[in-house]
């Protein structure tokens, strides 16, 4: 199934004091670290030759942060956001570290300690009314070009699963997306 009738560039955020401290955001806050600028500044030099000229962000102050770093080294000055590209609410696993949650919630993790994506933490968002939300949120971005959305991680492999056919819960095992990379969809 094809969406786009041009490519369309994600990229996920940058570092942020969470991922150092290896805690769960969902969707929480957390600051981009000095390297996650840094990494949003050099993103955005790889971004000069894609002539993007529309950025959209997810709201969560990550994003924006680093969406907002992006726009002024392109000298884009309006940044829309979407709510349906915000990070998946993951419940109770959100603002505890990795440990924490292995230990507390071990129902959540395979046999290596990996988070199973089709799971359904507890006070969160199931995995198939997320990858739904994402899927909205990809639909509003037909026939748009030269975009960039800056997103998240669990975003990136919800619409690997949309577009690539991949089961949501398989893009883990696949693909690995890092900090400010450049995904093309």
């Known amino acids: 199934m094809s969406f786009f009738e041009h490519p369309i560039v994600f990229c996920r955020h940058g570092q942020t004091q969470w991922n150092l401290e290896k805690r769960t955001m969902g969707q929480l806050n957390s600051p981009l670290t000095k390297l996650g600028r840094q990494q949003a500044k050099a993103l ?47 419940g109770v696993l959100q603002a505890i570290t990795n440990e924490q949650a292995r230990e507390e919630y071990a129902f959540l993790f395979d046999q290596q300690g990996n988070f199973k994506y089709g799971s359904h933490p507890p006070a969160g968002e199931k995995a198939e009314d997320f990858v739904l939300r994402v899927r909205k949120g990809l639909e509003a971005l037909a026939g748009k070009e030269k975009v960039l959305v800056v997103s998240h991680d669990g975003v990136l492999n919800a619409v690997y699963s949309i577009v690539k056919g991949i089961p949501f819960n398989e893009v883990p095992k696949r693909y690995r997306f890092t900090f400010a990379d450049i995904v093309i969809v």
């Open 44 to 90: 955005a030099g790889k971004l000069k030759n894609y002539n993007i000229n529309i950025i959209v962000s997810s709201p969560l102050k990550r994003a924006l942060d680093t969406a907002e770093i992006i726009g002024k080294e392109l000298r884009i000055g309006k940044i829309d956001t979407e709510g349906n590209f915000s990070e998946r609410n993951l």
